[in-house]
């Protein structure tokens, strides 16, 4: 079974409109962190946003929030006031257990802002 | 700054070449990783180390090794390059007990002709 599945392999918004990605994940650990990197057409992994399975709160970093739904194994990333900018591939990924060895990472969405 | 390098950037080999990919770090950090990213299939983990003198396998590691000498570098080898083996290469590296932090090179495109 797939750890990190990302089911929406291209996905639009309009320029200052909000958009979700959406990530579910597998894991029987207790213990467990999501990531979402963006990955522009420069190629370069950027961190973006972490989930870690204890936070009670949804992570939030300026314009980005990972909607963190425990008992659905969801982990969306939500992008609030989208720029063209942010047009880019989106990957979640996670990581297992407590020893930080294992980091599955799911297909990616790519992202086109319009203007 | 600290950072984390990788080379060649770019790298054009034939079948059957023995060829490593150098990543390199200056985080001091223990946990390093290799991946390939392939289209449709993500990013994928190929080796990992957790610190000097130790290496593990990940997911796809049939045909490439790696060692760890020290706690700055950990190269990848491919010891007879495939034509399946062209992708694009990411080092990462965390921090020991920050597992919430994973900071990537810039990435190796290596094509095998």
């Known amino acids: 079974a797939q750890k990190i599945t990302q089911t929406q392999p291209g996905m639009f918004v309009q320029e200052k409109e909000a958009v979700t990605l959406d990530c579910t994940y597998d894991?029987?650990?207790?213990?467990?962190?999501l990531f979402w990197y963006k990955q522009p057409s420069s190629g370069e992994m950027i961190f973006l946003i972490y989930q870690g399975s204890y936070d009670e709160q949804n992570a939030t970093e300026g314009r980005y929030s990972l909607n963190f739904q425990k008992a659905r194994k969801s982990a969306n990333l939500v992008i609030s006031a989208s720029q063209l900018g942010d047009s880019a591939m989106y990957f979640c990924a996670m990581r297992e257990g407590n020893t930080g060895n294992q980091f599955y990472f799911g297909t990616g969405t790519s992202l086109t802002v319009i203007p | 700054d600290a950072e984390i390098t990788q080379s060649p950037r770019h790298k054009i080999t034939e079948t059957g070449r023995q060829v490593t990919l150098a990543c390199h770090q200056t985080?001091?950090?223990?946990?390093m990783f290799w991946y390939r990213q392939d289209l449709g299939h993500g990013l994928r983990l190929i080796h990992y180390s957790y610190g000097v003198q130790d290496t593990n396998k990940g997911e796809v590691s049939d045909g490439y090794s790696v060692s760890r000498s020290n706690t700055e570098d950990l190269p990848l080898t491919l010891e007879s390059a495939a034509s399946s083996q062209t992708s694009v290469y990411f080092c990462?590296?965390?921090?020991?007990?920050?597992?919430?932090?994973?900071?990537f090179g810039p990435g190796t495109r290596l094509t095998v002709l």
């Open positions: 985080w001091n950090h223990n946990n």
């Open positions: 894991t029987s650990d207790q213990s467990y962190g």
């Open positions: 990462a590296s965390t921090p020991t007990g920050r597992y919430n932090e994973q900071f």
